[in-house]
C-alpha cells in the first residue's frame, strides 16, 4: 500500500515538473511573439503612410504611396490585430491542463506574425526604395546643375578644339540644361517616379556627351593641325621631285595628293555631324594614304644615288662576266680536242651566256633610262641588285667549270707516268719469274698475268685516242693499279712457296731414312712441286716436319725471309 502511494506521488511530482515545463517554455514564446508584434506596431510606419505624408506628393510617386498606405492599412494592420487577438487566447490558457495544448496554438500565432512581417518587411523595402530615389533627385538637384555649368564652361573656353563640333555640342548641352530644369520642377512637385525616369535619361545624355567631348578633340586635332601641312609637304614635294625628273611605279600620284583634301573635309563633316566612328575610319584612311605617299616619295629619293652608283658597277661585273665566259668557252673548246667533257660544260657555258645576254638587255635599257632621266629609280634598283646576285653566281659557276677542266692536261701526264710504271712493273715481274728457273707456274697465276697484261694494253689503247675521256681512264688507272698490285703479291707467292718447299725437302732428306712418314711426305711434296702446285707442296712437307721436329717449319721460314730482305736491302 505504501508502495503504491509512493508510486502516486513519483507521479504527481513528474506531472508537476512537466507542467512547469511546458508553462515556462510557452511564456518565453509568447514573450518574443509579443515583443515581434509589437515591433511590428509602429507609430512611425502608420505617420509616413498617413494622408498628410501623401498630400506633397503627385503623378507616379502619388499612386505607388497611395498603393502602399492601401497595403498596409488592409494587410499589415489587420494581420497584427489577427496575431494579438490569438496570442492574448494563447496566454490565457496556459493556466491549467491546457498548458499542455499550448504548443498548436503557439504555432499558429507565430505563422500569424511572421505573415505580418513578410507584408510589412514589403512595404518598408518598397518605402526604402522611394526615399532612395528621393535622396538621388535631391543630390542630383544640387550637383547636375554645377556639373551642366562646369561643362559649359569648358566647352565655350575650348570651342577651337571642338571645330563644327561646336554648335551640336552646344545644342545637347543646351537640351540637358532644359531637361534638367524640368527635373527640378517635377522632382519639386513630389513626383518622384517620373522625375526618376527624367534623372537617369538626364544621366546617360550626360555620359554620352562627356564621351564626345573627350574623344572630338583628338579627332579633330590632326585634321586642323597635322594633315594639312602634310598634305601640303607632300604637294610640294611631289612638285620639286617631278621637277628634278623623278619617276613613280604609281601613276595619278598628283591626283592622289589632292584627294587627301577631299578625305580631311568628309572627316570635318563627320565630325560637325558627331558621327564619330566616321571619323575614326576617315582618319585612319586620311594617315594611311599620307604615309604611303611619303613611303613612295622617300623610296625614290633613296633610290636614286644607289642606282647612280650601281650603273657603273653593273656595267663593268656584266663585262667581266662576258669575258670570263668567253675565255671558258674558248678553253672548253681548245680541250674539247684532245679530251672528252662529260659534264656538258660546253652546253652549261652556252646557257650562261644566254643569261649574261638577257642581263645584258635589261641593262641596257634601264642604262639608256637612267641617263635619259625617265627611270623609276626604285625599279631600277631592285633589277641592279638582282644582277649583281645572278652575275655573282653566274662567276661561281664559270670557276667551278673552270676548276674541273683545268687539270685535265696535268692529269693525262700523271695517267701517263702510271702507265708506265705499270708497265716496267709487269716486265721486271715476268723477268724475275723466268730467274727463278721453276719447272713451270700455276695456271690461275698465268691466267691473272695476263689479264693484266691485257688491261695495260687497253689502258694505253685508250690513252693514244685522239680525244681521251679522262674520268673513264681514271678509273681504268685504279683497276690497273690494284690488279698490278695484286699480281706482284701472287708472284712473291709462287716465288716463296717454290723456294721454301725445296728448303724443306732439303732439310726433311736426313729424316727419311728413319721416318717412314717423312719419306712418304717428302715424295708427295715433290710431285706436288712437278705440277706446279708449290703452296701445296709447301704445306705437305711443312706438316710432316712439324710433326718430327716442332718449330723447324717456322725457324726455316724466318731464316728464308731473313735472307731475302738482306738481298732486297
Not at 604609281?250 to 591626283?255: R, S
Request: proline letters at 2%.
Amino acid at each position: 500500500m505504501l508502495q503504491v502511494l509512493i508510486g502516486i506521488i513519483v507521479i504527481a511530482v513528474v506531472v508537476v515538473v512537466i507542467f512547469y515545463i511546458c508553462q515556462r517554455r510557452a511564456m518565453r514564446i509568447i514573450a518574443d511573439l509579443r515583443a515581434r508584434l509589437v515591433a511590428l506596431d509602429e507609430d512611425q510606419l502608420a505617420r509616413r503612410l498617413s494622408d498628410e505624408s501623401l498630400a506633397d506628393l503627385m503623378g507616379e510617386s502619388l499612386k505607388v504611396f497611395t498603393t502602399l498606405q492601401q497595403d498596409y492599412q488592409k494587410k499589415v494592420i489587420p494581420a497584427i490585430e489577427d496575431a494579438n487577438e490569438q496570442l492574448k487566447e494563447a496566454s490565457a490558457s496556459l493556466n491549467g491542463v491546457n498548458a499542455f495544448s499550448a504548443g498548436g496554438q503557439l504555432k499558429q500565432v507565430t505563422a500569424l506574425v511572421e505573415e505580418a512581417e513578410r507584408l510589412q518587411g514589403r512595404v518598408v523595402e518598397r518605402l526604402k526604395k522611394a526615399d532612395q530615389k528621393e535622396a538621388e533627385q535631391k543630390k542630383a538637384t544640387q550637383t547636375m546643375g554645377t556639373e551642366l555649368e562646369k561643362l559649359q564652361r569648358q566647352l565655350e573656353n575650348n570651342a577651337y578644339q571642338y571645330g563644327d563640333a561646336i554648335r551640336p555640342l552646344r545644342a545637347r548641352l543646351a537640351d540637358m540644361q532644359g531637361q534638367f530644369a524640368h527635373f527640378n520642377e517635377i522632382a519639386a512637385k513630389g513626383d518622384h517616379e517620373a522625375a526618376a525616369e527624367i534623372l537617369a535619361d538626364l544621366k546617360e545624355k550626360e555620359t554620352h556627351y562627356n564621351e564626345l567631348a573627350e574623344e572630338i578633340p583628338e579627332l579633330c586635332k590632326p585634321l586642323f593641325t597635322t594633315y594639312p601641312d602634310q598634305i601640303s609637304e607632300l604637294r610640294d614635294g611631289y612638285r620639286k621631285l617631278v621637277a628634278n625628273h623623278y619617276r613613280f611605279p604609281e601613276n595619278g600620284l598628283d591626283d592622289q595628293i589632292e584627294a587627301l583634301e577631299g578625305i580631311r573635309q568628309t572627316s570635318l563633316d563627320h565630325i560637325a555631324a558627331l558621327s564619330l566612328a566616321s571619323v575614326r575610319v576617315a582618319n585612319q584612311d586620311l594617315s594611311d594614304k599620307i604615309d604611303h605617299l611619303y613611303d613612295v616619295m622617300q623610296t625614290e629619293m633613296d633610290a636614286r644615288p644607289q642606282v647612280e652608283k650601281l650603273v657603273g658597277v653593273v656595267g663593268n661585273h656584266l663585262d667581266h662576266a662576258r669575258q670570263q665566259n668567253r675565255e671558258l668557252m674558248a678553253e672548253l673548246d681548245r680541250l674539247s680536242e684532245s679530251y672528252t667533257l662529260n659534264h656538258d660544260e660546253i652546253a652549261h657555258t652556252r646557257e650562261l651566256e644566254e643569261q649574261l645576254k638577257q642581263i645584258q638587255k635589261e641593262y641596257e635599257k634601264d642604262q639608256v633610262a637612267v641617263n635619259a632621266q625617265t627611270a623609276v629609280a626604285s625599279q631600277v634598283l631592285k633589277r641592279f641588285l638582282e644582277d649583281e646576285k645572278v652575275l655573282t653566281a653566274i662567276e661561281t659557276q664559270q670557276k667551278e667549270t673552270n676548276d674541273g677542266v683545268a687539270d685535265l692536261s696535268e692529269d693525262e701526264r700523271r695517267a701517263r707516268k702510271a702507265l708506265q710504271r705499270f708497265v716496267t712493273t709487269v716486265r721486271a715481274t715476268k723477268r724475275h719469274v723466268e730467274t727463278l728457273n721453276l719447272p713451270g707456274l700455276p695456271r690461275d697465276y698465268l691466267d691473272f698475268f695476263f689479264v693484266v697484261s691485257d688491261e695495260i694494253s687497253h689502258l694505253a689503247k685508250d690513252m693514244n685516242q685522239q680525244r681521251i675521256n679522262m674520268e673513264a681512264i681514271t678509273k681504268e688507272l685504279l683497276r690497273v693499279q690494284g690488279d698490278v698490285s695484286e699480281l706482284t703479291d701472287r708472284t712473291n707467292r709462287v716465288r716463296d712457296s717454290a723456294e721454301l718447299t725445296a728448303r724443306l725437302i732439303q732439310y726433311g732428306l736426313r729424316f727419311a731414312d728413319d721416318n717412314q712418314e717423312i719419306d712418304v711426305a717428302i715424295t708427295e711434296a715433290q710431285k706436288l712441286y712437278d705440277r706446279y702446285e708449290y703452296e701445296r707442296s709447301l704445306e705437305t712437307i711443312g706438316a710432316a716436319l712439324e710433326k718430327v721436329e716442332p718449330g723447324c717449319f717456322k725457324r726455316l721460314e724466318d731464316n728464308y725471309y731473313d735472307e731475302l730482305d738482306q738481298q732486297e736491302g
